[in-house]
């Protein structure tokens, strides 16, 4: 098994910064792709981006130019730093992971999520 732990979430100001850290921990040699999703209030969990073993990134539209998904693998822990803040970033960020080798996005394994609340 696999265990995620988010920190780094908080109340940020509009404009404003925020780095989330995932950290990994149990069988973590078998985990391949990690990412980010959010979850608004009474909305669906979304994907913001994903990070592969090897560094490649993909992001979804609204997170491209803001934020910035990074890994260290020899921590076992992948990051978001997240620029420019808007009021509608405001969410639950949860971090995911995948088996190696899993072709889909990362989403066998979860943390508990952290919030990140932006004012305007």
């Known amino acids: 098994q696999v265990q995620l732990v988010e920190s780094g979430g908080g109340l940020v100001q509009a404009g404003g910064s925020l780095r989330l850290s995932c950290a990994a921990s149990g069988s973590i040699e078998g985990i391949g792709d990690m990412g980010w999703y959010r979850q608004a209030s009474g909305k669906q969990r979304d994907l913001v981006a994903t990070i592969t073993k090897g560094g490649s990134t993909y992001y979804r539209e609204f997170a491209k130019g803001r934020f910035t998904i990074s890994r260290d693998n020899a921590k076992n822990t992948v990051y978001l730093q997240m620029n420019s803040l808007k009021p509608e970033d405001t969410a639950v960020y949860y971090c995911?992971?995948?088996?190696?080798?899993?072709?889909?996005?990362?989403?066998?394994?979860w943390g508990q999520g952290t919030q990140v609340t932006v004012s305007s």
């Open positions: 995911a992971a995948g088996p190696y080798g899993d072709p889909g996005y990362p989403r066998d394994y």
